[in-house]
T-cell receptor, first 113, second 115 residues
Framework: GENVEQHPSTLSVQEGDSAVIKCTYS??????FPWYKQELGKGPQLIID?????GEKKDQRIAVTLNKTAKHFSLHITETQPEDSAVYFC????????????FGIGTKLQVIP | GAVVSQHPSWVICKSGTSVKIECRSL??????MFWYRQFPKQSLMLMAT?????????EQGVEKDKFLINHASLTLSTLTVTSAHPEDSSFYIC???????????FGSGTRLTVV
């Protein structure tokens, strides 16, 4: 099955700086890579996703890159704000079918004002 | 976008009792629902996959008789924790594939505390 590794487990940045979270996956059949933000006591919220036919995707201050050959993908948050503080999960799976995604262990991001 | 409504958001129950958690797809039909369990400061662990009109598929190590899943309609899936014990205390989250988008939408989670 799929195995997703995520690092770092915790990340502290000053407000305005950038934050980068990296993930690797093992199953070459995976073609869908979502990123979720989870605030305390709430369910995960999708913030951005990328499919294997794309190398990079941006949405305002958030970007995701994918290196399919190396089987790794990264989340980049620029101009961080205190409200970006949360736990971020990467995941990998197969899009289109009704199949599960496998989650990384999570990264607790703290943005220091 | 697609919304999954999960209730209750939190529940406290006594050991030995059963608790039912509901997840409803509000504006789409969810033929599949994934049920996750999350311990504090840990990742989401898939417990089971429910499919409308058929038996749920449980992940290895998950007790079928303890975590009863029912997916009787295209908009409702339920997880019942039977004979709950303190070690069942956890955060339970459901998720459904978003039709036409290829992604997944999550419920808001249920914090279960067994005392």
């Amino acid at each position: 099955g799929e195995n997703v590794e995520q690092h770092p487990s915790t990340l502290s940045v000053q407000e305005g700086d950038s934050a980068v979270i990296k993930c690797t996956y093992s199953d070459s059949a995976s073609n869908y890579f979502p990123w979720y933000k989870q605030e305390l006591g709430k369910g995960p919220q999708l913030i951005i996703d990328i499919r294997s036919n794309v190398g990079e995707k941006k949405d305002q201050r958030i970007a995701v890159t994918l290196n399919k050959t190396a089987k790794h993908f990264s989340l980049h948050i620029t101009e961080t704000q205190p409200e970006d503080s949360a736990v971020y999960f990467c995941a990998a799976g197969v899009s289109g079918g009704y199949q599960k995604v496998t989650f990384g262990i999570g990264t607790k991001l703290q943005v220091i004002p | 976008g697609a919304v999954v409504s999960q209730h209750p958001s939190w529940v406290i129950c006594k050991s030995g009792t059963s608790v039912k958690i509901e997840c409803r797809s509000l504006d789409f039909q969810a033929t599949t629902m994934f049920w996750y369990r999350q311990f504090p400061k840990q990742s989401l662990m898939l417990m089971a996959t429910s499919n409308e009109g058929s038996k749920a598929t449980y992940e290895q190590g998950v007790e079928k008789d303890k975590f009863l899943i029912n997916h009787a309609s295209l908009t409702l899936s339920t997880l019942t924790v039977t004979s709950a014990h303190p070690e069942d205390s956890s955060f339970y989250i459901c998720s459904a594939p978003e039709p036409g988008r290829g992604g997944y939408t999550f419920g808001s989670g249920t914090r279960l505390t067994v005392v």
